[in-house]
């Protein structure tokens, strides 16, 4: 069971949110949060698998809130706004997806699936402003552990940073999915990153990835 907090300041979303979520065999919400705050009083209380998370709320937004709550749960930004401030800020807090409120619902069902299994998600729309942001950005020398990576692992680390899935990582690679999430996770490790999200940014941030390569 993936256990879900709702965090938005409109009473009416949250509702529909909780309705449509519940209304899965394997998904249950745990809590609502009407402000940032109460949500990171929640997350701590309650321990969610998944925290969708809305950006404008009052007391303290969504992206504060994100950083504040850190490894307790992952935090799923679903929004109206795709501004390239708040894609890049809301991953730099930590969230491991990013959705606009127009997503269908079965789309965001998905999508709490693919973030609560570890995944990145991130709408391509969002994508898209997210390299153009970084390709903005000059290359960070505070990114560590990347001179540690054998060149298979850049290799990986290059393609999930461009979007690829497990499965298209390995027909890419001709590897099998076991030798994918080995790769996967040693990444995780040696760029002490949470997900996949963390990863696509110290990919771009040390500058392995731009927008033209």
Do not use: C, W
Request: aromatic fraction near 4%; avoid cysteine.
């Amino acid at each position: 069971m993936i256990r879900v907090l709702i965090a938005d300041d409109q009473a009416l979303l949250r509702g529909s949110f909780r309705v449509l979520v519940e209304s899965e065999p394997d998904l249950t919400v745990v809590g609502e949060a009407s402000t940032g705050a109460e949500a990171v009083e929640l997350a701590r209380a309650e321990r969610p698998d998944v925290v969708l998370m809305d950006v404008r709320m009052p007391e303290m937004d969504g992206i504060e809130a994100t950083r504040h709550i850190g490894d307790l749960a992952r935090v799923l930004i679903v929004t109206m706004f795709d501004l390239d401030a708040y894609v890049y800020a809301a991953l730099r807090a930590g969230a491991s997806g990013f959705l606009l409120k127009d997503t269908p619902p079965g789309d965001l069902l998905a999508g709490i699936r693919v973030v609560a299994a570890g995944e990145a998600l991130l709408a391509p729309v969002v994508t898209r402003r997210l390299i153009e942001e970084f390709a903005r950005r000059p290359a960070s020398p505070q990114v560590t552990g990347l001179e540690t990576l054998t060149e298979r692992e850049r290799e990986v680390l290059t393609l999930i940073a461009r979007g690829l899935s497990n499965a298209e990582l390995a027909g890419h690679l001709y590897l099998s999915m076991a030798t994918v999430k080995t790769h996967i996770g040693r990444l995780l490790t040696k760029l002490e990153a949470r997900d996949r999200a963390q990863l696509v940014i110290a990919a771009y941030e040390s500058g392995l990835v731009t927008a033209a390569r």
